[in-house]
């Protein structure tokens, strides 16, 4: 079936460095695309989003990029802080329907 | 803080028990959805509900089961449990059905274990 994955299960980084996560999704019909953290014993918590008719977008540190040539996003954590350290799981909606289909998540480590 | 509140946060059941988790959601929310983590998982989409009535089903079988009240707050039922319901379940609420992103807000969930 269609789903969302991500390329590396865990991503260890030191402090100040730049860190990306990457994540394929395979439901061309897909036109909305979010990143959520998850910290450990907490529910997920909205980062970042970005819809299909833009291929880059810029938060507070962050950024999502969109290829949908290939079907990848991505998320780009500027001078990565230990408060980063959490999993991080991009998720995918076809706007206007109930069902938020989520990847299986990258556990980002940030040594101080 | 989403303002979103689940109880209870932890619980312990035995195979073929029924388990009830409860939601309430936040302040002017008017949607609910429930989804399953397990570990190591990403969450998975259980059932929405949008003024009292269910608005959306992912791929749980109907021993799965739902509510929402009229303040909007839910309940997720769980019948003959088995093994491999052990999970976080997680609650999200949202002001409209179909939303995701930064309008819809997650609880810290209930983490069930069956024995």
């Known amino acids: 079936g269609e789903s969302v994955g991500l390329h590396l299960p865990t991503l260890s980084v030191q402090e100040g460095d730049n860190s990306i996560i990457n994540c394929a999704y395979s439901n061309s019909a897909s036109d909305y695309f979010i990143w959520y953290k998850q910290e450990s014993g907490k529910g997920p918590q909205f980062i970042i989003d970005i819809r299909s008719n833009m291929d880059k977008r810029q938060g507070q540190r962050v950024t999502v990029l969109l290829n949908k040539t290939v079907k990848h996003l991505s998320l780009q954590i500027a001078a990565t802080q230990p408060g980063d350290s959490a999993v991080y799981f991009c998720?995918?909606?076809?706007?206007?329907?109930?069902?938020?289909?989520f990847g299986k998540g990258t556990m980002l480590l940030v040594s101080p | 803080e989403t303002g979103v509140t689940q109880s209870p946060t932890h619980l312990i059941k035995t195979r073929g028990q029924q388990v009830t988790l409860r939601c309430s959601s936040q302040s002017g929310h008017n949607t609910v959805s429930w989804y399953q983590q397990a570990l190591g998982q990403g969450p998975q989409f259980i059932f929405q509900?949008?003024?009292?009535?269910?608005?959306g089903r992912g791929n749980f079988p109907p021993r799965f089961s739902g509510l929402q009240f009229p303040n909007y707050s839910s309940e997720l039922n769980v019948n003959a449990l088995e093994l491999d319901d052990s999970a976080l379940y997680l609650c999200a609420s949202s002001v409209d059905p179909g939303q995701g992103g930064g309008e819809l807000f997650f609880g810290e969930g209930s983490r069930l274990t069956v024995l």
């Open positions: 998720a995918e909606n076809i706007r206007g329907y109930s069902t938020l289909t």
């Open positions: 509900y949008y003024r009292e009535e269910e608005n």
